[in-house]
T-cell receptor
Framework: GDSVTQMEGPVTLSEEAFLTINCTYT??????LFWYVQYPGEGLQLLLK?????DKGSNKGFEATYRKETTSFHLEKGSVQVSDSAVYFC???????????FGKGTLLTVNP | DVKVTQSSRYLVKRTGEKVFLECVQD?????MFWYRQDPGLGLRLIYF???????EKGDIPEGYSVSREKKERFSLILESASTNQTSMYLC???????????FGQGTRLTVV
């Protein structure tokens, strides 16, 4: 079946540091890939998405590129802010079925 | 602005009560999901629905049922609430092609 593996947290960075959160997936067919962000006590917000190979999703300074050859969708940001502190989830849909499949989430803490 | 709306942000119920969690989406999406989220366990799929009146069990359906009488509404029912169902419940909807998926704000349910 489909699966998503993302780097275990927690990740702690200083403000303005570079962020990478790794995400790899296993799926048949041509899944869509997503990154969601969850702030404390809130639901998941869609951060960015890519629906085909080599697409780059971007939003609020975050980027991720759909790499079919390495089955990866790593999240990056050049300069993190304290307000980026949250849990980040990588997810896919449309692999072997139309369920959403999630990674376990990565807690990011950004210190001033 | 796209919207998935859950009926309550916070809910406190007594053991043995029948509990209804409602979710409404305004995007005409075919697929809808219910997850629960617990610390250290990530997101776990309870049930999903790919069409009106259609439902499929997820990974942890025991103690839950669902109803989808209209396309926009997906209800999660706890037949007899128990303390181990205290959790954050998240509803999501997704288009047929799996290219976009959005979440509601979450319902924090406490069973006492």
């Amino acid at each position: 079946g489909d699966s998503v593996t993302q780097m275990e947290g927690p990740v702690t960075l200083s403000e303005e540091a570079f962020l990478t959160i790794n995400c790899t997936y296993t799926a048949t067919g041509y899944p869509s890939l997503f990154w969601y962000v969850q702030y404390p006590g809130e639901g998941l917000q869609l951060l960015l998405k890519a629906t085909k190979a080599d697409d780059k999703g971007s939003n609020k300074g975050f980027e991720a590129t759909y790499r079919k050859e390495t089955t990866s969708f790593h999240l990056e940001k050049g300069s993190v802010q304290v307000s980026d502190s949250a849990v980040y989830f990588c997810a896919l849909s449309g692999g072997s079925n139309y369920k959403l499949t999630f990674g376990k989430g990565t807690l990011l803490t950004v210190n001033p | 602005d796209v919207k998935v709306t859950q009926s309550s942000r916070y809910l406190v119920k007594r053991t043995g009560e029948k509990v209804f969690l409602e979710c409404v989406q305004d995007m005409d999406h075919e697929n809808m999901f219910w997850y629960r989220q617990d610390p250290g366990l990530g997101l776990r799929l309870i049930y999903f629905s790919y069409d009106v009146k259609m439902k499929e069990k997820g990974d942890i359906p025991e103690g839950y049922s669902v109803s989808r009488e209209k396309k926009e509404r997906f209800s999660l029912i706890l037949e007899s609430a128990s303390t181990n169902q205290t959790s954050m419940y998240l509803c999501a909807s997704m288009d047929r092609g799996g290219r976009e998926a959005f979440f509601g704000q979450g319902t924090r349910l406490t069973v006492v």
